[in-house]
Nanobody
Framework: QVQVVESGGGLVQAGGSLRLSCTAS????????MGWFRQAPGMEREFVAA?????????????YYGDSVKGRFTISRDNAKNTVVLQMNRLQPEDTAIYYC????????????????????WGQGTQVTVSS
């Protein structure tokens, strides 16, 4: 049974930074995709960022970002820990949302990483609040 657990949410002032972590436990993905989505109150869930790898030997992976976070957020992967980190800089009030981590058992790329139905496992979410 795979469990996806997020951590690192909280309250920060506009312009500040937060670091979210996501660990998928229960199995090691030899290839796969891990992504972050977010949902603000009254809004649909939207794609934030993803990282995908064809083989576990890949140190990094291919990275993808939603337009609203490009240049401010960075996704990275710790292969040994099966963990993905989302570094969020220059946060703005519109970044306020529940952030969900998701894991897919297969390598996805390009637009497919933005499709929620490509992911097999989801975390419970972590709240990020940015005050103005």
């Amino acid at each position: 049974q795979v469990q996806v657990v997020e951590s690192g949410g909280g309250l920060v002032q506009a312009g500040g930074s937060l670091r979210l972590s996501c660990t998928a436990s229960g199995r090691t993905f030899s290839s796969g995709t891990m992504g972050w989505f977010r949902q603000a109150p009254g809004m649909e869930r939207e794609f934030v960022a993803a990282i995908s790898w064809i083989h576990i030997s890949w140190i990094a992976g291919n990275t993808y970002y939603g337009d609203s976070v490009k240049g401010r957020f960075t996704i990275s992967r710790d292969n040994a820990k099966n963990t993905v980190v989302l570094q969020m800089n220059r946060l703005q009030p519109e970044d306020t949302a529940i952030y969900y981590c998701a894991a897919a058992e297969y390598y996805h790329d390009s637009i497919y990483v933005t499709f929620e139905n490509r992911y097999d496992y989801w975390g419970q979410g972590t709240q990020v609040t940015v005050s103005s």
